[in-house]
């Protein structure tokens, strides 16, 4: 805020009582629920230079939430098309040299398991 317009716009706003319908907060909780199982990665990669099979594991992690999100594998689809087996979740040796470094305190290898399991689950759907 940086003018009284603002301030007064700010105030009007926040001190009208409308609350949230049932369907609005029953939106809010499913958004909140998807952000809370979302896994903390912030793409830094020092994790990446401990991985033996080279794998881009933000990139994999992203794709991990990204199918948690949307609870869909289409959107993976074209990406995953596109990867080697090398590359991966099920190349992981679940050695968890790379979650040493990682300051998130990331689990992962239990990540790239469950990013695999999904991955099969969805394969055979
Ligand atoms: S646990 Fe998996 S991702 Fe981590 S360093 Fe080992 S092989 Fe690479
Ligand atoms: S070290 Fe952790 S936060 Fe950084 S890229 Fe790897 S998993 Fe993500």
Do not use: H, W
Request: hydrophobic share 40%; charged share 25%.
């Amino acid at each position: 805020m940086t003018a009284m317009e603002q301030m007064e716009e700010n105030l009007q706003i926040f001190s009208q009582n409308n609350p949230l319908t049932d369907d609005e907060k029953a939106m809010l909780d499913k958004v909140v629920q998807s952000m809370a199982d979302l896994v903390p990665c912030t793409a830094c990669r020092y994790c990446c230079e401990a991985c033996p099979q080279e794998l881009d594991i933000p990139k994999l992690i992203s794709m991990y939430n990204e199918l948690n999100y949307s609870k869909k594998i289409g959107v993976l689809d074209f990406t995953l098309r596109a990867m080697d087996e090398k590359e991966m979740p099920s190349a992981c040796l679940g050695c968890g040299a790379c979650q040493k470094l990682c300051p998130q305190n990331i689990a992962i290898p239990d990540v790239l398991a469950k990013f695999d399991k999904a991955l099969q689950e969805a394969k055979t759907q």
